[in-house]
């Protein structure tokens, strides 16, 4: 398997491993975004405010507005992030 490809699995495990916790297995509800976010990135979210930010990134992330995030919208989230994350890398 290529890095690419390998890399491109991991994103699916990765997705299913989150969204398989509660409720539709092939979508992240709410909870299933912050675990997400706070796993993967080591994001702090405990306090309220913090909510506000989650339910925002949440309606961000939503695009087709059915109060899911299912994989083809998880995706645009790691492609933009993964665009910065390179961006970042060139500038040092
Ligand atoms: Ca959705």
């Known amino acids: 398997m290529g890095v690419v490809e390998e ?10 491993e989150y969204a ?8 992240m509800n709410k909870r299933e975004v912050k675990e997400m976010l706070t796993k993967e990135f080591g994001l702090k979210l405990e306090k309220a405010k913090d909510q506000t930010a989650i339910d925002r990134i949440f309606k961000d992330l939503d695009v087709n507005s059915d109060n899911k995030v299912d994989f083809q919208e998880f995706m645009i989230l790691v492609t933009g992030l993964t665009v910065l994350l390179h961006e970042c890398q060139e500038e040092h």
């Open 20 to 27: 398989g916790k509660e409720g539709d297995k092939d979508s």
């Open 7 to 16: 890399a491109m699995t991991s994103l699916i495990v990765a997705f299913h």
